[in-house]
């Protein structure tokens, strides 16, 4: 369910793409240094939403750096670290850990067990520093996983366990601002959610798992889930302009108004395009 909250580069001037590749390097560097370089294989763009929305309105001082890497062994990348990117990181480590077990109790890949085996110690650090967090997690997916075996015909009821989740990664600290921060988090959560059931619905027909449209007994209906999203997305703008955010609102915009858009309709066409060579 992740991938989606990315942005559209193409839409980004020259020194907004360098801000944003240096807080996803920033990311990866500190997960490699919290926890171990083979972490970094759970790395996610997703999280980078999260680290600009959170260092935008607490503004934490931010340390420059550069370094080579694995993916970079030849030049130098510039990345940035703070205290909201050190959250960020763990927090990613966190859904890796998560999302990894669940490729493995879903597809059995090896890949995913061990990438699950890998990041075990370290999530266990990071739910001794966000306890809250890491429990939100861990109810929300069992939540999940509930709903998914009784087979719920009702996606708002996996959408909000879903929403729940992200909305408390959303809240670095309880203060004036958990309560938008929350709802701007479950908003996003609930769209990713229906998004991914959206993408996936031809291919869990196909392999017989849950998806809560399926489930519903409804047809595919790509106005109607258009509609669905744009309502989601719509709470979630709500609570984002409420927030007094200034530094790369331009970065953060491009990612909610465009980005989420192009990555949906790409894994959209996508998946249309992987159905319709299956059934050749």
Known sequence: MFGFVTANTRELNDTQRRRYRAVYCGICHRIGENASRCSRLCLSYDLVFLALV????????????????????FSRQDYLDSEIIAYAADMNVALGYYSAQDHWQDDRRLDALTLARLLREHYGEVRNRYPRQCEAIERELETLRRLEKEGCPNPDLPANAFGRLLGELFVWREDHWSTCLRELGRSLGRFIYLADAAMDYHKDRKKGSYNPFLASGSEPDREKWNTCLTIEMAGCARAYEHLPLVQDKDIMDNILYSGVWLTYRHKEKKGQRRTQDADR
């Open 54 to 73: 959170l260092s935008s309105l607490y503004e934490p001082e931010e340390q420059e750096n550069s370094g080579r890497c694995v993916p970079h062994p």
